[in-house]
């Protein structure tokens, strides 16, 4: 069972206006959340953080919002860019016994921003 | 350039074949990991290591064997390849043991086909 989804596998939007991804999730353990972007052929590279302790974090023209109440974050990217068309992953940080923390990804949505 | 370089880039093979991805990084991060990534999964977690000489199991370890002897390498070995670990492979590296503060570093991948 995925304790970490992305229902939605894809996403247009035109440029300049906002882009919403969603994230939800099933443990209420999960200590930190984060995006990783993907274009193809690269690996993830970090987007932002946010801890499980706060609702918001701010980073330029991208905000993460977090619902703890109803397990549910968001990426929001506002304005859209060309540039920011790739795939979209949420992750989950839990940790193992020996205190190595492990991510939980979910299976990534694909934003297209079009020109 | 500082990083983390993961080779070979493509590799094809044959089942039953052993075959060994590496991983090398320059930030003398501590912690170092390998992923896989399926349609359908997002990134499942398949070894994990805390420095070098300790090494541990993921999500998904079966059909893997790791090594860490020196801190920047972190190989990954398919002792006897199937069908079924043809996947795309991702390193990461973090300098701490992880969480939203201080992100894992992804690799650009391997993508591995056995037929």
Known sequence: DQQVKQNSPSLSVQEGRISILNCDYTNSMFDYFLWYKKYPAEGPTFLISISSIKDKNEDGRFTVF?????????????????????VYFCAASDHFASGTYKYIFGTGTRLKVLA | DAGITQSPRYKITETGRQVTLMCHQTWSH???????????HGLRLIYYSAAADITDKGEVPDGYVVSRSKTENFPLTLESATRSQTSVYFCA??????????????????RLSIL
């Open chain 1, 66 to 86: 977090l619902n703890k109440s109803a397990k549910h974050l968001s990426l929001h990217i506002v304005p859209s860019q060309p540039g920011d068309s790739a």
């Open chain 2, 93 to 110: 590296s973090s300098e701490a043991p992880g969480g939203g503060n201080q992100p894992q570093h992804f690799g650009d991948g391997t």
């Open chain 2, 30 to 40: 501590s912690y170092m990991f390998w992923y896989r990534q399926d349609l359908g």
